[in-house]
């Protein structure tokens, strides 16, 4: 599971060269590659490609590894988005919230965003029962809550997409 990277480690962007961009690439594309194979790639010999990986891990631009898997193949077939307002905006409520959903495993992604709502919530459920009856029960228990909007992925067509990085 990733976690968010901290403020200093942010400010390593500035750092990154195009060998450690093509590193990025490639292992967005297969985190498995062997080294060597990963060496190939971007025109490193395997120690200082296996160095620059681990400097990429130390510096927390690689935040993790994992697997993508098949959401209906394991019995989750109901993406559900849903659009959370705040009762109110002060930072003790979001951060009550914010820990709530941190400890929710159904929520595979949370993002605080402007608009009508104040957070987008993606939650990932076997069906439309189990969404109602323990997430949105959750959600709706919660008194920093005040508004829930959802929407339902009939569809997807994209997940987990690599990020569009740029050579310098």
Excluded: W
């Amino acid at each position: 599971m990733s976690k968010p990277a901290k403020q200093s480690q942010i400010n390593s962007l500035a750092k990154l060269d195009a060998i450690d961009l093509k590193i990025l690439g490639e292992l967005q594309f297969d985190a498995r590659l062997p080294n060597q194979t990963l060496a190939d790639r971007v025109g490193l010999s395997p120690s200082p490609c296996s160095r620059r990986v681990r400097m990429l891990e130390s510096e927390g631009v690689i935040e993790g590894y994992q697997t993508v898997l098949n959401r209906t193949a394991v019995g989750l077939g109901l993406t559900v988005f849903a659009g959370i307002k705040m009762e109110k905006h002060a930072d003790a409520p979001k951060e009550r919230f914010i820990q709530t959903i941190l400890k929710m495993p159904e929520v595979v992604a949370c993002h605080l965003i402007s608009g009508d709502v104040d957070f987008l919530v993606e939650i990932v459920v076997p069906d439309m029962t189990t969404y109602e009856s323990v997430v949105l029960r959750r959600f709706l228990s919660l008194p920093e809550v005040r508004d829930i909007r959802t929407s339902f992925a009939m569809k997807s067509f994209k997940l987990s997409g690599a990020l569009p990085l740029r050579q310098r």
